[in-house]
């Protein structure tokens, strides 16, 4: 058993800054990689980005590279998720998932466990 708590969301002006985090609890942290989805209003969930169980390979969707930075401290049991230049796009409600299996999935159904989720609004 996993359990994920995602926090730092809230409301940015275009072009702003917010970091995310993610506190993991239960099985081993080093043990499974991670990754970030969200979800717009009427929308499916949207993966973000992915991080292998050592941290040292990343992967991102398109939409965000150059702009959000995935991290992670095994040591905090945490994963981060660092959004720079955001944009009015970017507005959804932002998931942490532990992927125990595959590690640096896209794919939501191969997620084994999610959190409750963190709301970014970014205005414009």
């Known amino acids: 058993q996993v359990q994920l708590v995602e926090s730092g969301g809230g409301l940015v002006q275009a072009d702003g800054s917010l970091r995310l985090s993610c506190a993991a609890s239960g099985r081993s942290f080093s043990t499974y990689a991670m990754a970030w989805f969200r979800q717009a209003p009427g929308k499916e969930h949207e993966f973000v980005a992915a991080?292998?169980?050592?941290?040292?390979?990343?992967r991102y969707a398109d939409s965000v590279k150059g702009r959000f930075t995935i991290s992670r401290d095994n040591a905090k049991n945490s994963v981060y998720l660092q959004m720079n230049s955001l944009k009015p796009e970017d507005t959804a409600v932002y998931y942490c998932?532990?992927?125990?299996?595959?590690?640096?999935?896209?794919?939501?159904?191969?997620?084994?466990?999610w959190g409750k989720g963190t709301l970014v609004t970014v205005s414009s």
């Open positions: 991080i292998s169980r050592s941290g040292g390979t990343t």
């Open positions: 998932a532990a992927d125990l299996v595959y590690g640096l999935q896209s794919l939501p159904g191969r997620m084994d466990y």
